[in-house]
């Protein structure tokens, strides 16, 4: 078990700039949960996959951003024209009878 | 909606007190509930997942108490260290939204001065 891994650490952007980050989840876990945390606040839900399936997209997931998980295995995160507000740690989740398991998460700022 | 709250916002407290964090949700039908230690710039790492079934869970020096009717869950600390200051969460996943979303609160940072 080596624990969910997500890919990069840190990320400094450009405003209008795409940036894509990947997650990869505990092997065997069928569920990726995708969060986003500002300075001081709990994480927000953004989307989750079962399989390979998007089940759930919250409504602060705008147009700009996009999840996949191909073949149910890792995950990759984009969003695009990138704007100041978006600056935040992105983390990834993954699970498989409940308990939720994190990576250490991508902090994204945006410039 | 689920709402979760969390106070106090954050605590400081000299080494070797025992204390308690609260975790209060409003829709009081959930399937677990979890809680989490967070330290600065770092992903969360879970400390105890309590199933609606149970009252509650033990690990170490941390006890879990879930109180559904309530909609309340404390996370006691005992003897505490310098090295358990960090920001604690606790997130519910309720079974009225009929998925596997978890809703967190926003955490109490916790200070424990040696």
């Known amino acids: 078990d080596t624990g969910v891994s997500q890919n990069p650490r840190h990320k400094i952007t450009k405003r209008g700039q795409n940036v894509t980050f990947r997650c990869d989840p505990i092997?065997?876990?069928?569920?990726l949960y995708w969060y986003r945390q500002t300075l001081g606040q709990g994480p927000e839900f953004l989307t989750y996959?079962?399989?390979?399936?998007?089940?759930?997209k919250s409504r602060l997931l705008s147009d700009r951003f996009s999840a996949e998980r191909p073949k149910g295995s890792f995950s990759t995160l984009e969003i695009q024209r990138t704007e100041q507000g978006d600056s935040a740690m992105y983390l990834c989740?993954?699970?498989?009878?409940?308990?939720?398991?994190f990576g250490n998460g991508t902090r994204l700022t945006v410039t | 909606k689920q709402e979760v709250t969390q106070i106090p916002a954050a605590l400081s407290v000299p080494e070797g007190e025992n204390l308690v964090l609260n975790c209060s949700f409003t829709?009081?039908?959930?399937?677990?509930l979890q809680w989490f230690r967070q330290d600065p710039g770092k992903g969360l790492t879970s400390l105890l997942l309590?199933?609606?079934?149970?009252r509650e869970q033990t690990s170490g020096r941390l006890n879990a108490s879930l109180d559904k009717s309530s909609g309340r869950s404390t996370l006691y600390i005992a003897a505490s260290q310098p090295g358990d200051s960090a920001t604690y969460l606790c997130?519910?996943?309720?079974?009225?939204?009929?998925?596997?979303?978890?809703?967190f609160g926003t955490g109490t940072r916790l200070k424990v001065l040696a």
């Open positions: 309590i199933q609606s079934s149970q």
């Open positions: 829709d009081s039908a959930i399937y677990n």
């Open positions: 989740a993954s699970s498989l009878q409940g308990e939720l398991h």
């Open positions: 997130a519910v996943r309720s079974i009225s939204s009929g998925t596997y979303k978890y809703i």
């Open positions: 996959f079962q399989n390979e399936a998007q089940l759930e």
């Open positions: 092997s065997e876990h069928n569920r």
